[in-house]
């Protein structure tokens, strides 16, 4: 469909009423439901479901075969990789409806999800942290923190650029390519200004 403000790939599918900003695409054999919000300047790849209620800040990129289930916000500058789920209730059974029980996950500004990840639903992902491909997420994880595994596990920090930050015995470190400068205090790392 083609739309002054944005552009939708004839084989999908919007529900309206729903929110799409301006520059966004979405491509091949996808699904907007309704009540969704989709900022401007999104990229929504191949087979990718926007549940009722999601919320997507500006300039996010979601790769092919994207689930985003109700309770999913994710604000500005997220990267979301191919194949990645979201989770929406934590005990699903066949039998039972749940919606009334739909948890939230919030992924903060910047941060990354690799390819094949699990968001088990009710964990939020701090700003600028970045999930290794293949990682199911069972707790929250801190802005600028690096995870992998399964069940998630920290082995170190990101600057905002994407690079490993090597904190110094004093708590500071410096990304390799911006020259920013962060601190590492009681487990948390802050950008300094």
């Known amino acids: 469909m083609k739309n002054k403000d944005y552009f939708v790939h004839e084989s999908s599918y919007v529900d309206y009423p729903c929110q799409i900003g ?4 979405i491509w091949h054999f996808s699904h ?8 401007e300047n999104c990229n929504i790849g191949q087979n990718v479901v926007v549940s009722p209620n999601v919320e997507l800040g500006n300039n996010v990129k979601i790769q092919n ?21 979201f989770t929406n209730v934590i ?11 739909y948890m939230q ?3 903060k500004k ?3 999800i690799g390819a094949n990840v699990t968001i088990v639903c009710g964990n939020n992902i701090g700003s600028y942290a970045f999930i290794g491909a293949g990682t199911v997420v069972t707790k929250d994880v801190p802005n600028y923190a690096l995870v992998v595994g399964n069940p998630s ?8 650029l994407g690079y490993r930050l090597n904190f110094d015995s004093k708590g ?22």
Do not use: H
Not at 91 to 101: K, L
């Open 110 to 112: 910047g941060a990354s």
């Open 153 to 160: 596990k920290q082995i170190g920090w990101m600057s905002e």
């Open 172 to 193: 500071n470190a410096i990304c390799e390519v911006t020259k920013a400068k962060y601190k590492l205090l009681d487990g948390f790392v802050e950008k300094l200004k």
């Open 32 to 39: 907007i439901m309704k009540n969704s919000i989709i900022g």
């Open 22 to 25: 301006k520059g966004t695409k």
């Open 91 to 101: 005990n699903p059974r066949s039998g039972f409806i749940r919606r009334d029980e």
């Open 105 to 107: 996950t919030i992924v």
């Open 65 to 85: 075969n994207v689930s985003l289930y109700t309770g999913v916000i994710c604000e500005d500058d997220v990267f979301l990789g191919p194949s990645m789920v």
